[in-house]
Protein backbone atom coordinates (compact mmCIF):
# COMPACT_ATOMS: atom_id res chain seq x y z
CA UNK A 1 0.00 0.00 0.00
CA UNK A 2 0.93 3.57 -0.14
CA UNK A 3 1.94 5.76 2.73
CA UNK A 4 3.37 9.31 2.36
CA UNK A 5 5.13 11.29 4.72
CA UNK A 6 5.49 14.90 5.28
CA UNK A 7 6.88 17.62 7.39
CA UNK A 8 3.89 19.24 8.86
CA UNK A 9 5.60 23.02 9.13
CA UNK A 10 8.03 25.07 7.48
CA UNK A 11 8.40 28.85 8.57
CA UNK A 12 10.43 30.52 6.16
CA UNK A 13 11.73 34.32 5.39
CA UNK A 14 10.43 36.18 2.59
CA UNK A 15 13.16 35.88 -0.44
CA UNK A 16 14.37 32.88 1.00
CA UNK A 17 14.21 29.80 -0.54
CA UNK A 18 11.97 27.01 0.85
CA UNK A 19 12.79 23.11 0.86
CA UNK A 20 9.64 20.70 1.60
CA UNK A 21 10.37 17.36 1.91
CA UNK A 22 8.30 14.19 1.42
CA UNK A 23 8.99 10.31 1.88
CA UNK A 24 7.05 7.50 0.23
CA UNK A 25 6.70 3.61 0.20
CA UNK A 26 5.54 2.22 -3.09
CA UNK A 27 7.69 1.38 -5.15
CA UNK A 28 5.66 1.15 -8.06
CA UNK A 29 4.77 4.60 -7.87
CA UNK A 30 4.53 6.63 -11.23
CA UNK A 31 3.47 9.65 -10.45
CA UNK A 32 4.12 11.81 -7.65
CA UNK A 33 2.34 15.29 -7.10
CA UNK A 34 3.11 18.61 -5.34
CA UNK A 35 -0.46 20.21 -4.52
CA UNK A 36 -0.88 23.62 -2.94
CA UNK A 37 -3.82 24.51 -0.71
CA UNK A 38 -4.66 27.85 0.51
CA UNK A 39 -7.32 28.48 3.33
CA UNK A 40 -10.58 27.26 2.44
CA UNK A 41 -9.75 26.31 -0.87
CA UNK A 42 -9.09 23.08 -2.82
CA UNK A 43 -5.98 21.56 -3.83
CA UNK A 44 -4.12 22.96 -7.05
CA UNK A 45 -1.67 21.01 -8.37
CA UNK A 46 2.00 22.95 -8.62
CA UNK A 47 3.86 20.36 -10.23
CA UNK A 48 4.24 16.20 -10.77
CA UNK A 49 7.10 14.30 -11.72
CA UNK A 50 7.19 10.67 -13.63
CA UNK A 51 9.31 8.36 -11.51
CA UNK A 52 12.10 7.84 -14.53
CA UNK A 53 12.96 11.38 -13.79
CA UNK A 54 15.26 13.32 -11.14
CA UNK A 55 14.68 16.64 -11.56
CA UNK A 56 11.76 19.00 -12.99
CA UNK A 57 12.24 22.73 -12.72
CA UNK A 58 9.17 24.86 -13.51
CA UNK A 59 9.72 28.64 -13.19
CA UNK A 60 10.33 28.95 -9.24
CA UNK A 61 10.01 25.18 -8.29
CA UNK A 62 11.85 22.31 -8.42
CA UNK A 63 11.26 18.71 -7.99
CA UNK A 64 14.00 16.45 -7.05
CA UNK A 65 13.28 12.57 -7.27
CA UNK A 66 15.56 10.36 -5.30
CA UNK A 67 14.06 6.95 -5.92
CA UNK A 68 16.61 4.50 -3.95
CA UNK A 69 15.42 6.67 -1.34
CA UNK A 70 11.98 7.17 -1.90
CA UNK A 71 12.29 10.94 -1.09
CA UNK A 72 10.73 13.66 -3.17
CA UNK A 73 11.43 17.58 -2.18
CA UNK A 74 9.88 20.48 -3.42
CA UNK A 75 12.11 23.63 -3.77
CA UNK A 76 10.66 27.34 -4.27
CA UNK A 77 12.73 29.77 -4.96
CA UNK A 78 12.59 32.84 -3.98
CA UNK A 79 9.88 32.91 -1.55
CA UNK A 80 6.50 35.03 -1.61
CA UNK A 81 3.83 36.12 0.86
CA UNK A 82 1.75 34.49 -1.25
CA UNK A 83 3.51 31.11 -1.46
CA UNK A 84 2.11 30.51 2.46
CA UNK A 85 -0.06 27.41 2.17
CA UNK A 86 -0.14 23.98 2.95
CA UNK A 87 1.63 21.86 0.47
CA UNK A 88 0.69 18.26 -0.23
CA UNK A 89 2.49 15.58 -1.67
CA UNK A 90 0.54 12.59 -3.67
CA UNK A 91 1.64 9.65 -5.31
CA UNK A 92 -0.55 7.86 -7.93
CA UNK A 93 -1.51 4.28 -6.73
CA UNK A 94 -3.44 1.95 -9.24
CA UNK A 95 -6.66 3.28 -10.88
CA UNK A 96 -5.30 6.80 -10.79
CA UNK A 97 -5.95 7.09 -7.06
CA UNK A 98 -3.98 9.48 -5.07
CA UNK A 99 -2.02 8.64 -1.70
CA UNK A 100 -1.51 12.13 0.43
CA UNK A 101 0.86 13.43 2.66
CA UNK A 102 -0.84 15.22 5.70
CA UNK A 103 0.63 18.83 4.47
CA UNK A 104 3.24 20.84 5.18
CA UNK A 105 2.34 24.53 6.39
CA UNK A 106 4.45 26.89 5.15
CA UNK A 107 4.56 30.42 6.65
CA UNK A 108 6.32 33.24 5.14
CA UNK A 109 7.53 35.81 7.04
CA UNK A 110 8.31 39.41 6.06
CA UNK B 1 -7.83 24.97 -17.90
CA UNK B 2 -10.35 22.64 -16.43
CA UNK B 3 -12.87 23.74 -13.92
CA UNK B 4 -14.68 21.43 -11.47
CA UNK B 5 -17.22 23.10 -9.43
CA UNK B 6 -18.65 22.16 -6.03
CA UNK B 7 -22.07 23.01 -4.62
CA UNK B 8 -22.53 24.15 -2.22
CA UNK B 9 -19.38 25.53 -0.57
CA UNK B 10 -20.46 25.76 3.08
CA UNK B 11 -23.87 24.06 4.32
CA UNK B 12 -25.10 23.43 8.09
CA UNK B 13 -27.23 21.28 8.96
CA UNK B 14 -29.08 19.14 11.67
CA UNK B 15 -28.34 15.72 12.84
CA UNK B 16 -30.24 13.28 11.83
CA UNK B 17 -31.17 14.74 8.00
CA UNK B 18 -29.64 14.45 4.85
CA UNK B 19 -27.07 16.32 2.41
CA UNK B 20 -25.87 16.47 -0.64
CA UNK B 21 -23.19 17.85 -2.62
CA UNK B 22 -22.80 18.34 -5.85
CA UNK B 23 -19.48 17.97 -8.13
CA UNK B 24 -19.23 19.35 -11.51
CA UNK B 25 -16.65 19.25 -14.39
CA UNK B 26 -17.50 22.44 -16.17
CA UNK B 27 -15.36 21.90 -19.63
CA UNK B 28 -14.32 18.54 -20.10
CA UNK B 29 -16.30 15.13 -19.49
CA UNK B 30 -15.24 13.19 -16.86
CA UNK B 31 -15.45 9.31 -16.74
CA UNK B 32 -14.17 9.22 -13.47
CA UNK B 33 -14.58 11.58 -10.60
CA UNK B 34 -12.86 10.92 -6.79
CA UNK B 35 -14.88 11.88 -2.87
CA UNK B 36 -12.05 12.74 -0.39
CA UNK B 37 -12.86 13.92 2.81
CA UNK B 38 -10.32 16.61 4.99
CA UNK B 39 -10.44 16.98 8.67
CA UNK B 40 -9.05 20.11 10.04
CA UNK B 41 -4.85 20.14 9.38
CA UNK B 42 -5.15 16.43 8.01
CA UNK B 43 -4.73 14.98 4.71
CA UNK B 44 -7.21 14.13 2.45
CA UNK B 45 -8.53 10.72 2.74
CA UNK B 46 -9.76 9.68 -0.25
CA UNK B 47 -13.23 7.95 0.09
CA UNK B 48 -14.84 6.50 -2.86
CA UNK B 49 -13.98 6.38 -6.76
CA UNK B 50 -17.02 7.30 -8.61
CA UNK B 51 -17.09 5.65 -12.35
CA UNK B 52 -19.94 7.48 -14.99
CA UNK B 53 -22.52 4.73 -15.32
CA UNK B 54 -21.46 2.24 -12.68
CA UNK B 55 -21.64 1.96 -8.69
CA UNK B 56 -18.93 3.78 -7.17
CA UNK B 57 -16.14 1.84 -5.32
CA UNK B 58 -15.60 2.65 -1.70
CA UNK B 59 -12.50 2.66 0.26
CA UNK B 60 -12.12 0.07 3.22
CA UNK B 61 -13.87 2.11 6.06
CA UNK B 62 -16.14 4.01 3.99
CA UNK B 63 -20.08 3.13 4.65
CA UNK B 64 -21.28 3.12 1.05
CA UNK B 65 -24.75 3.60 2.97
CA UNK B 66 -24.26 6.68 4.61
CA UNK B 67 -22.25 8.19 1.92
CA UNK B 68 -24.59 7.94 -0.89
CA UNK B 69 -22.17 8.42 -4.67
CA UNK B 70 -24.07 9.18 -7.95
CA UNK B 71 -22.41 9.79 -11.23
CA UNK B 72 -25.16 9.67 -13.47
CA UNK B 73 -23.57 11.87 -16.35
CA UNK B 74 -20.15 12.87 -17.68
CA UNK B 75 -20.14 16.33 -15.84
CA UNK B 76 -22.35 15.60 -12.25
CA UNK B 77 -21.28 13.45 -9.58
CA UNK B 78 -23.52 13.68 -6.17
CA UNK B 79 -22.35 12.77 -2.66
CA UNK B 80 -25.47 12.48 -0.28
CA UNK B 81 -24.73 12.64 3.46
CA UNK B 82 -27.50 10.09 4.86
CA UNK B 83 -28.29 10.36 8.53
CA UNK B 84 -25.86 13.10 9.26
CA UNK B 85 -24.18 12.89 12.74
CA UNK B 86 -21.78 16.04 14.47
CA UNK B 87 -18.74 13.37 13.61
CA UNK B 88 -19.30 13.33 9.86
CA UNK B 89 -18.43 17.41 9.97
CA UNK B 90 -15.76 17.63 7.29
CA UNK B 91 -14.35 19.60 4.37
CA UNK B 92 -15.90 16.90 1.72
CA UNK B 93 -13.51 17.71 -1.80
CA UNK B 94 -13.71 16.03 -5.37
CA UNK B 95 -11.37 15.73 -8.05
CA UNK B 96 -12.35 14.77 -11.75
CA UNK B 97 -10.39 13.17 -13.93
CA UNK B 98 -11.32 13.00 -17.85
CA UNK B 99 -11.09 10.45 -20.29
CA UNK B 100 -8.15 9.59 -22.88
CA UNK B 101 -5.98 12.55 -20.98
CA UNK B 102 -2.24 11.89 -19.24
CA UNK B 103 -2.01 10.20 -16.04
CA UNK B 104 -1.15 13.27 -13.96
CA UNK B 105 -4.39 15.30 -14.83
CA UNK B 106 -6.56 15.18 -12.28
CA UNK B 107 -8.71 18.14 -11.19
CA UNK B 108 -9.51 19.24 -7.99
CA UNK B 109 -12.96 21.43 -7.09
CA UNK B 110 -13.03 24.06 -4.28
CA UNK B 111 -14.12 21.78 -1.68
CA UNK B 112 -17.86 22.04 0.61
CA UNK B 113 -17.68 22.57 4.32
CA UNK B 114 -20.13 20.62 6.16
CA UNK B 115 -21.32 21.39 9.82
CA UNK B 116 -23.82 18.73 11.37
CA UNK B 117 -25.01 20.39 14.31
Known amino acids: GEDVEQSLFLSVREGDSSVINCTYT??????LYWYKQEPGAGLQLLTY?????DMKQDQRLTVLLNKKDKHLSLRIADTQTGDSAIYFC??????????FGAGTTVTVRA | GAVVSQHPSRVICKSGTSVKIECRSL??????MFWYRQFPKQSLMLMAT?????????EQGVEKDKFLINHASLTLSTLTVTSAHPEDSSFYIC?????????????FGPGTRLTVT
Open chain 2, 95 to 107: SARAPGTSSYEQY
Open chain 1, 26 to 31: DSSSTY
Open chain 1, 49 to 53: IFSNM
Open chain 1, 90 to 99: AEKGAGYKLS
Open chain 2, 27 to 32: DFQATT
Open chain 2, 50 to 58: SNEGSKATY
